[in-house]
Nanobody, 128 residues
Framework: QLQVAESGGGLVQTGGSLRLSCVAS????????IGWFRQAPGKERERVSC????????KYADSVKGRFTISRDRNWNTVYLQMNSLKPEDTAVYYC?????????????????????WGQGTQVTVSS
């Protein structure tokens, strides 16, 4: 059974950077697409980014495009979210999630309901 766990959140000033990690255990991530989502207080969980299981193709929400970068390290069974030029509106709990394709050419998907496994989240707070 796959488990994913996020880390790397914290408090940062506007314009700062953080790198979030999503570490998987229990299974290789080779057959999973990975997504990052976030949920701010009083708001619905929203998509941030995803990376496919195969060729590493990526997608980003318009709100983070050009500032966030998702990447995967197969050696460490980890997916990263590098967040630069952070804004107060990026403040949220960030979640990583895994979507099992059973094949190493599964696409990147940005729909919450597509994901099977979720972490507990890591808090990111950007002060103004």
């Amino acid at each position: 059974q796959l488990q994913v766990a996020e880390s790397g959140g914290g408090l940062v000033q506007t314009g700062g950077s953080l790198r979030l990690s999503c570490v998987a255990s229990g299974s290789s991530l080779d057959y999973y697409a990975i997504g990052w989502f976030r949920q701010a207080p009083g708001k619905e969980r929203e998509r941030v980014s995803c990376v496919s299981s195969a060729d590493g193709s990526t997608k980003y929400a318009d709100s983070v495009k050009g500032r966030f970068t998702i990447s995967r390290d197969r050696n460490w069974n980890t997916v990263y979210l590098q967040m630069n030029s952070l804004k107060p509106e990026d403040t949220a709990v960030y979640y990583c999630a895994a979507r099992y394709w059973g094949t190493d050419d599964g696409p990147c998907v940005m729909t919450l309901s597509e994901y099977d496994y979720w972490g507990q989240g890591t808090q990111v707070t950007v002060s103004s």
